[in-house]
């Protein structure tokens, strides 16, 4: 969504009786006598007569994000636009004594961590939070969230409002998300409705002359069963939004807020979509101004409802349907629109009274609670990833720096709202880097100073003398630095991906003076070019942290002096600098070509920086296989008629060092490397399954990871699914644990059609 409007019109209440609602009145107000307040019928029931007792000007009204009261139906105003994307982000003024909402890491955070389960009690706290604001009256029940895209591209500005480059951590990740959000203690309704986005083949914004506003995305069919669709199927199939939001792109020709095969099609007929669907903002309008697939308004109007999008974020829905009813349009169709909106308000017990429904009862003491913070705090640092730790370095032992002294040098040693990434509110606090440094050694004898050196970019190096003074006399150099919103974010995609040069320049001054290699520490929320750190022994560790929210300084500073022990992984592939100069970033294709290295680990033929799932520990872990025999074959005609379980793998970890620690397993399947019957060349592996556990010094645990007959599925140039004869790689930690052959024909399992 785009992000030049962000003051909206207040959520006015109406009075009736003189007294004043959030909610309408179905007890003695002028809906109580109407079906949509007898809880015995059917939610299609209830909103169908509501709708039936609309004005064409009123429906239209409901169909806008910001809705005017309509008091003589008693239905209040209300805001359809909310958002939550990692904490409830007020986007109107609140009354005072209300506390700001808890401020999580960034999804790109989140992601990291792998622990779908943290994912799905953060959602849990963020809907707590969205119901207790709702009802003092700061947000709606509406949630513009969460954003799936994945990061097909290291430029793209919004790569840290997703879980990353992979399809199925992204399904995972989706799942545990909307659940949260949407599912609570009472089962009868919604605790908040969810918004998956943006769909679909959104992940360009502005990049050289190529806009969102206008950008056609040509992607081909294998590629959207293979990579765009899939965390799309889980948010509407598994998990059962309430809401998909259609992107301001086009794909294939087709404005996505006109494109009837998605909207329609694919979302409901095949996935099984059942809630409404909303423009991002703008989006409809855009169809003509932007994408010229139309000509005039009624024409926009009728494209827009004909091919399923039901609500309008803006206001053109209600200026123009009732100027294109009976020109473009008929009354069913705006019907069907408004039906599908009010069902969702009904599942949300928007008319239902108050006292029967524990969400009601939630207030201001419900928000950013210890148990809240708790939560900011293990996101944080489960999020962190370890990149670099030569001669094991890290962490640095408090009893053992007595009289010494650590410099904090970077643009972003005293980060606040940085650390918030994009869609954010107020925080409750922010802890800083050099805060908490200072918070962490105050009871010792250590000295905490501090030089800013430069900004994130530029060419101002007026800070340059004071921060290589300051590392000529410290015992110890932690530079942090890395990326921001004035680089990286929505409308915002990168040219380079290398660290910006002031900062690089800012670096080889200090190799000159310090006394010991360098500690670094990055910011940001997509992949930076840090092969020269990486390979320089000028730097002795490396840490990328994301953008990690109220607790990123804490969180940062636990993991340096060995509070917490890292474990998170990269959730997107480190390019080296030159990939931008290999591949055009509106080329949508995946697969590697003459013009085009691949993308993502799936398929990127280059050598990556870091790869996907990269992480360091303080500690050691040691892998042991429980399976029968390590090849095993099977015939495609068995499996195919009995498309459940194939392979249960069983894995005995065990942590060897002297820390207790984390660890992420990760299984992948590698299939054979030969062009399949269509000529497509295969994924070089594809993850099917992780989990993180914790182990104590010396603790085994056994882990386990079912391979289903999907796992085994290639998908052909159409978007059909095949399962093919050859050898299948089983890789668990990276390491080839056992081989399935399979014997026979290739075999078609299900065609993707349009």
């Not at 040098?409 to 200072?438: C, D, K, R, V, W």
């Amino acid at each position: 969504m785009y992000n030049f409007i962000l003051i909206l019109s207040l959520i006015s209440p109406i009075a009736i009786n003189g007294q004043t609602l959030l909610f309408p009145d179905c007890k003695s107000g002028p809906l109580a006598s109407f079906p949509i307040c007898d809880q015995s019928l059917s939610i299609q029931q209830r909103a169908a007569d509501l709708v039936s007792r609309m004005t064409i000007e009123e429906k239209a009204n409901w169909l806008s994000n910001t809705v005017q009261p309509v008091p003589r139906l008693g239905l209040p105003a209300y805001q359809w636009w909310n958002e939550a994307l990692h904490g409830v982000m007020y986007l109107k003024a609140h009354d005072a004594g209300v506390p700001e909402a808890t401020s999580f890491p960034s999804p790109i955070n989140l992601a990291s961590t792998f622990n779908f389960d943290l994912i799905h009690r953060i959602a849990t706290v963020i809907s707590t939070e969205a119901r207790a604001a709702n009802n003092e009256n700061i947000t709606g029940l509406n949630f513009f969230t969460p954003n799936i895209n994945l990061i097909r591209d290291p430029r793209w500005g919004r790569g840290q409002e997703t879980p990353g480059e992979d399809p199925y951590l992204a399904m995972q990740y989706v799942s545990a998300m909307v659940r949260g959000l949407q599912e609570g203690e009472d089962s009868r309704y919604l605790k908040i409705a969810a918004t998956c986005k943006h769909f679909l083949a959104y992940d360009l914004d502005a990049w050289k002359e190529a806009s969102r506003w206008s950008f056609d995305a040509q992607v081909a069919d294998i590629d959207l069963v293979e990579t765009y669709l899939p965390p799309f199927e889980a948010c509407f199939r598994d998990a059962h939004v309430a809401s998909i939001m259609g992107s301001l792109n086009a794909i294939n020709g087709i404005p996505a807020c006109a494109h009837k095969f998605f909207l329609q099609t694919v979302a409901r007929d095949t996935f099984n979509f059942d809630g409404y669907t909303v423009c991002d903002c703008g989006a409809i309008q855009n169809i003509m101004t932007g994408h010229h697939y139309t000509s005039n308004d009624p024409d926009t109007v009728a494209a827009a409802l004909h091919a399923g999008l039901d609500l309008d974020c803006g206001n053109y829905y209600s200026a123009q349907i009732p100027l294109a009813l009976n020109k473009t349009i008929v009354q069913t169709d705006v019907d069907q629109a408004s039906i599908r909106t009010f069902s969702v308000l009904i599942r949300l017990g928007y008319f239902d009274p108050s006292e029967q429904q524990i969400y009601r009862s939630l207030n201001r003491t419900n928000i950013n609670t210890p148990e809240a913070q708790q939560l900011a705090l293990l996101s944080a640092q489960q999020s962190i990833v370890l990149l670099k730790n030569s001669n094991k370095i890290l962490p640095l032992n408090l009893d053992q720096l007595t009289n010494k002294t650590i410099a904090l040098i970077g643009p972003s040693i005293n980060a606040t709202e940085l650390m918030q990434s994009s869609y954010h509110g107020p925080a409750p606090f922010l802890i800083s880097p050099l805060m908490a440094f200072n918070e962490i050694t105050a009871n010792y004898s250590i000295s905490i100073q501090y030089a800013f050196g430069c900004p994130v970019f530029g060419t101002n190096r007026s800070g340059f003398a004071e921060a290589i003074e300051l590392a000529r006399k410290a015992d110890f150099v932690f530079y942090i630095g890395g990326l921001n919103g004035s680089i990286e974010g929505e409308d915002l995609d990168r040219l380079v991906i290398t660290l910006p040069d002031i900062q690089l320049a800012l670096l080889q001054e200090l190799e000159r003076v310090v006394r010991a290699p360098m500690h670094i520490i990055m910011m940001s929320g997509s992949s930076i070019d840090l092969s020269y750190i990486r390979n320089s022994p000028q730097y002795a560790s490396l840490m990328w942290t994301g953008y990690p929210g109220e607790f990123g300084g804490t969180a940062i500073a636990s993991i340096v002096f060995g509070h917490y022990n890292p474990g998170g992984r990269l959730p997107i592939t480190y390019y080296p600098g030159d990939y931008v100069d290999q591949v055009n970033m509106t080329d949508m294709s995946m697969r590697p070509s003459s013009t085009n290295p691949g993308r993502t680990y799936k398929f990127y033929t280059g050598q990556p920086v870091y790869e996907f799932g990269y992480g360091l520990s303080y500690t050691t872990f040691e892998y042991q296989w429980d399976n029968d025999t390590n090849i095993r074959s099977y015939t495609i005609e068995s499996l195919v008629n009995n498309d459940v379980l194939i392979e249960l793998f069983r894995v005995n970890v065990t942590n060897t060092g002297t820390m207790a620690g984390d660890e992420v397993v990760l299984a992948y399947i590698k299939a054979a490397q030969v062009l399949d019957t269509d000529g497509t060349t295969p994924p070089i592996k594809q993850l099917f399954g992780f989990e993180r556990i914790h182990l104590q010094i010396g603790e085994t645990k056994q882990i386990f990871f079912p391979l289903n007959i999907e796992t085994l599925f290639l998908i052909g140039r159409d978007g059909s699914k095949w399962i093919h004869p050859g050898e299948y790689h089983i890789l668990i930690g990276n390491q080839r644990m056992f081989t399935m052959k399979l014997q026979g024909y290739s075999t078609l399992w299900q065609q993707f059609k349009k």
